[in-house]
């Protein structure tokens, strides 16, 4: 392990910047040197997988990996780990691809009310890589560094045990760490991913950074929605030259500036039954024609969540003089919107385009778009989405291609 | 439970170390484990943190003729796991009753001995090893003999000023043996009492040396070589561990009188103490016998 680099005094009331690995990323963070790692964890770069409980060293809850070795994060100040490789519970899975640790807690009930479960993850992955060949009879005592009140130890062990069997030649390594935007719940923003800090500085320079870099990797949600409209091409194309009456078509949606060089600034209110989100962010058209539209956004939402997406849509004549509308859009989300059902999130996002299809349709034949009025409606287009998600398992029987739907209900 | 805030700073030499020290209310930091609860808690507020972990000097483990050198920022685990401290059995023995992996991931050991607890495990392997500490300051470099480092509860001969540099722990001679135990309520809890031992059969006569922890506000030292013998006197030279244990418990009550000050706390009282050292003594001393003398048949198990 490398040692890290010397910092001069700074005094009480001033930050210190330190640079780290988290799940992959590279973060930089200036922050005051009391806030813990698990503090910095969850409130500046928005990984609330970590918990924190005593924040004393006796619970074990916000254990997470400190170049390799399970340590706990309420007892380690953030700025000490300079050029640490940290790894969190968000970096040891995906939800649709579970490392074999957190399939084993499943499977065997290995968790109540979830609140250990990170720490618990964390601490037998530590064991069993250092220790692959750990016998059962040693799991209580190897393990007690993370309480428990549910369970009562029992199906953790048998969790652990099974796993420790099936991998005694090497525990598979995390699978989710690489490139990710991290966003933190502080308002005061003195975190965010590296890339995401000199976003800051350029903005605050330029009004726009020189490019969304968008994180590598699978993207949380991948949307694929075709729309027919009874529009022709011709009337889609107008729309798709004008970015504003565009933005006025998304629901939610506002174009609040337009900072030139193809940069514009907008802001998305969504509203699901009590989930409130609000992103500001900005997004680039990369390609603009009349039949093809391309851009990358990135928006904060001010709760404390992130997102980035590759967008592209696509018209094309129909024979009946109507446009097909194809949208594809990869989508990456951090931080507390993150934490939805992968498939939910999904859902709404497939809804809002086509309301977006919708709203494009009636621009088009020169309506008022008259989705930019309001927020998409909570209650509709919740109970939108459930009942479409019912729907959907009668028709996914018939649909053997996943997200494509056979036909827009708003179309022609 | 947040820490009040603290200035800090993070040098990277001894020198620049303890110069940072030599200011009015400034406090050590290496792995944290000891400090931080402290900080969170705020039984503690130092107004500047001097973090020792850019110092590649105190970053050293080695041995130097018969001492394994662990400097300051050695983490517990990789003192367990560097094949260097077999040379040091009783630290081996100790160490998997420190805290946690977690806990010992981070955590030094020379920060378990400048913390001082009196139920940490380090400061009794010290103690019962006869090690030496190295200090430093700007005044110069000085070494305290592990018997005389710990002067009460959380308290050590390291002045404000100094930095605890290395432990030099002196290496297993042929002939010697190890004995290490503890009783708390969970394991990697602070021991309600635990005892390590170490035995010496090179000469006429066999010599015992054991210190208690848990039971006083200090690690207590103590010679129980006259223990030891009339254990062997009743059992012959070449005892079973059971026959050992057994008759060094005849006299082991008494041990435990003696040693065991503690007014006790809701988790024990000083008689439960006194029960718990008089087992541990009886079945570490054999232990460390039995090794010593490689007779040791049966498995060797904490």
């Given at each position: 392990?490398?040692?890290?680099?010397?910092?001069?005094?700074?005094?009480?009331?001033?930050?210190?910047?330190?640079?780290?690995?988290?799940?992959?990323?590279?973060?930089?963070?200036?922050?005051?040197?009391?806030?813990?790692?698990?503090?910095?964890?969850?409130?500046?770069?928005?990984?609330?997988?970590?918990?924190?409980?005593?924040?004393?060293?006796?619970?074990?809850?916000?254990?997470?990996?400190?170049?390799?070795?399970?340590?706990?994060?309420?007892?380690?100040?953030?700025?000490?780990?300079?050029?640490?490789?940290?790894?969190?519970?968000?970096?040891?899975?995906?939800?649709?691809?579970?490392?074999?640790?957190?399939?084993?807690?499943?499977?065997?009930?290995?968790?109540?009310?979830?609140?250990?479960?990170?720490?618990?993850?964390?601490?037998?992955?530590?064991?069993?890589?250092?220790?692959?060949?750990?016998?059962?009879?040693?799991?209580?005592?190897?393990?007690?560094?993370?309480?428990?009140?549910?369970?009562?130890?029992?199906?953790?062990?048998?969790?652990?045990?099974?796993?420790?069997?099936?991998?005694?030649?090497?525990?598979?390594?995390?699978?989710?760490?690489?490139?990710?935007?991290?966003?933190?719940?502080?308002?005061?923003?003195?975190?965010?991913?590296?890339?995401?800090?000199?976003?800051?500085?350029?903005?605050?320079?330029?009004?726009?950074?020189?490019?969304?870099?968008?994180?590598?990797?699978?993207?949380?949600?991948?949307?694929?929605?075709?729309s027919q409209l009874s529009s022709s091409?011709?009337q889609v194309?107008?729309v798709?030259?004008?970015?504003?009456?565009?933005?006025?078509c998304?629901?939610?949606?506002?174009?609040?500036?337009?900072?030139?060089?193809?940069?514009?600034?907008?802001?998305?209110?969504?509203?699901?039954?009590?989930?409130?989100?609000?992103?500001?962010?900005?997004?680039?058209?990369?390609?603009?024609?009349?039949?093809?539209?391309?851009?990358?956004?990135?928006?904060?939402?001010?709760?404390?969540?992130?997102?980035?997406?590759?967008?592209?849509?696509?018209?094309?004549?129909?024979?009946?003089?109507g446009t097909?509308l194809?949208?594809?859009?990869?989508?990456?989300?951090?931080?507390?919107?993150?934490?939805?059902?992968?498939?939910?999130?999904?859902?709404?996002?497939?809804?809002?385009?086509?309301d977006f299809a919708r709203a494009v349709d009636r621009a088009a034949a020169?309506e008022?778009p008259?989705?930019?009025?309001?927020?998409?409606?909570?209650?509709?287009?919740?109970?939108?989405?459930?009942?479409?998600?019912?729907?959907?398992?009668?028709?996914?029987?018939?649909?053997?291609?996943?997200?494509?739907?056979?036909?827009g209900?708003h179309g022609a | 439970?947040?820490?009040?805030?603290?200035?800090?700073?993070?040098?990277?030499?001894?020198?620049?170390?303890?110069?940072?020290?030599?200011?009015?209310?400034?406090?050590?930091?290496?792995?944290?484990?000891?400090?931080?609860?402290?900080?969170?808690?705020?039984?503690?507020?130092?107004?500047?943190?001097?973090?020792?972990?850019?110092?590649?000097?105190?970053?050293?483990?080695?041995?130097?003729?018969?001492?394994?050198?662990?400097?300051?920022?050695?983490?517990?685990?990789?003192?367990?796991?560097?094949?260097?401290?077999?040379?040091?059995?009783?630290?081996?023995?100790?160490?998997?009753?420190?805290?946690?992996?977690?806990?010992?991931?981070?955590?030094?050991?020379?920060?378990?001995?400048?913390?001082?607890?009196?139920?940490?495990?380090?400061?009794?392997?010290?103690?019962?090893?006869?090690?030496?500490?190295?200090?430093?300051?700007?005044?110069?470099?000085?070494?305290?003999?592990?018997?005389?480092?710990?002067?009460?509860?959380?308290?050590?001969?390291?002045?404000?000023?100094?930095?605890?540099?290395?432990?030099?722990?002196?290496?297993?001679?042929?002939?010697?043996?190890?004995?290490?135990?503890?009783?708390?309520?969970?394991?990697?809890?602070?021991?309600?009492?635990?005892?390590?031992?170490?035995?010496?059969?090179?000469?006429?006569?066999?010599?015992?040396?054991?210190?208690?922890?848990?039971?006083?506000?200090?690690?207590?030292?103590?010679?129980?070589?006259?223990?030891?013998?009339?254990?062997?006197?009743?059992?012959?030279?070449?005892?079973?561990?059971?026959?050992?244990?057994?008759?060094?418990?005849?006299?082991?009550?008494?041990?435990?009188?003696?040693?065991?000050?503690?007014?006790?706390?809701?988790?024990?009282?000083?008689?439960?103490?006194?029960?718990?050292?008089?087992?541990?003594?009886?079945?570490?001393?054999?232990?460390?016998?039995?090794?010593?003398?490689?007779?040791?048949?049966?498995?060797?198990?904490?």
């Amino acid at each position: 392990m490398n040692l890290p680099e010397t910092r001069a005094r700074t005094e009480a009331d001033q930050t210190v910047a330190v640079t780290m690995t988290v799940n992959g990323s590279e973060v930089a963070m200036s922050l005051p040197a009391r806030v813990t790692l698990s503090d910095a964890l969850r409130d500046h770069l928005g990984l609330t997988g970590t918990h924190v409980g005593c924040e004393h060293g006796i619970c074990g809850m916000c254990t997470v990996l400190v170049d390799g070795d399970a340590a706990r994060a309420c007892l380690l100040f953030a700025v000490q780990l300079d050029g640490a490789e940290i790894t969190t519970v968000e970096g040891l899975g995906r939800q649709d691809d579970l490392h074999p640790l957190q399939e084993a807690f499943g499977k065997h009930h290995g968790l109540q009310c979830g609140f250990c479960t990170p720490g618990f993850l964390m601490s037998s992955y530590d064991l069993l890589t250092h220790e692959p060949e750990v016998r059962r009879e040693d799991l209580p005592a190897e393990l007690s560094g993370v309480l428990c009140r549910c369970t009562g130890y029992r199906n953790i062990i048998d969790a652990v045990d099974e796993v420790a069997e099936a991998h005694r030649d090497g525990l598979p390594g995390p699978g989710n760490c690489g490139k990710h935007a991290l966003v933190g719940r502080t308002p005061a923003g003195v975190s965010g991913s590296g890339a995401a800090a000199e976003v800051a500085a350029d903005e605050a320079a330029s009004g726009h950074p020189d490019e969304i870099t968008l994180p590598s990797g699978e993207p949380t949600i991948g949307i694929e929605v075709t729309s027919q409209l009874s529009s022709s091409p011709e009337q889609v194309a107008r729309v798709f030259r004008d970015v504003r009456l565009l933005a006025r078509c998304l629901p939610g949606a506002e174009l609040t500036e337009e900072l030139g060089d193809d940069w514009y600034a907008g802001r998305a209110r969504i509203a699901l039954g009590p989930v409130r989100l609000s992103f500001h962010g900005l997004a680039q058209v990369l390609e603009q024609s009349d039949e093809r539209i391309r851009m990358n956004a990135q928006g904060k939402d001010t709760g404390g969540g992130g997102a980035q997406a590759r967008i592209e849509m696509v018209a094309a004549a129909r024979e009946d003089g109507g446009t097909s509308l194809q949208a594809d859009a990869d989508v990456f989300l951090t931080g507390r919107i993150a934490g939805f059902g992968r498939s939910l999130a999904g859902d709404v996002s497939r809804r809002m385009f086509e309301d977006f299809a919708r709203a494009v349709d009636r621009a088009a034949a020169g309506e008022e778009p008259d989705a930019s009025a309001r927020p998409p409606g909570a209650l509709s287009l919740l109970w939108s989405t459930l009942a479409d998600r019912t729907r959907q398992r009668v028709r996914r029987v018939r649909e053997a291609r996943r997200g494509r739907r056979p036909r827009g209900r708003h179309g022609a | 439970m947040k820490a009040a805030p603290f200035a800090y700073v993070r040098p990277g030499s001894v020198a620049d170390v303890v110069g940072e020290l030599a200011h009015d209310d400034a406090k050590v930091i290496a792995g944290g484990q000891s400090l931080v609860p402290v900080l969170a808690m705020r039984l503690g507020r130092p107004g500047l943190l001097v973090d020792i972990n850019s110092v590649s000097e105190l970053d050293r483990l080695s041995r130097e003729g018969d001492s394994l050198r662990v400097g300051a920022t050695v983490r517990q685990r990789r003192l367990q796991d560097d094949a260097l401290s077999a040379a040091v059995p009783l630290v081996r023995l100790a160490l998997p009753w420190v805290g946690h992996r977690e806990i010992r991931s981070r955590g030094t050991v020379c920060g378990s001995i400048a913390h001082a607890d009196p139920s940490a495990e380090l400061p009794a392997v010290a103690c019962c090893l006869e090690a030496t500490m190295v200090l430093a300051s700007t005044r110069g470099t000085r070494e305290v003999p592990a018997v005389d480092f710990f002067t009460g509860a959380l308290s050590t001969a390291v002045e404000p000023d100094e930095l605890l540099a290395q432990v030099v722990l002196p290496v297993a001679k042929p002939g010697e043996g190890f004995g290490f135990g503890e009783f708390a309520r969970r394991h990697g809890d602070f021991a309600l009492a635990g005892v390590a031992v170490r035995v010496r059969t090179h000469g006429a006569s066999p010599e015992a040396r054991l210190t208690c922890f848990g039971v006083s506000d200090v690690p207590v030292p103590a010679d129980v070589s006259a223990l030891l013998r009339a254990a062997l006197d009743a059992t012959g030279p070449s005892p079973s561990r059971a026959a050992l244990v057994c008759a060094l418990a005849e006299d082991a009550g008494d041990v435990a009188r003696d040693l065991v000050d503690t007014g006790g706390d809701s988790h024990a009282s000083p008689a439960y103490r006194r029960r718990l050292i008089s087992g541990l003594v009886a079945r570490e001393v054999a232990s460390a016998y039995l090794k010593a003398t490689r007779s040791e048949l049966e498995r060797d198990k904490p």
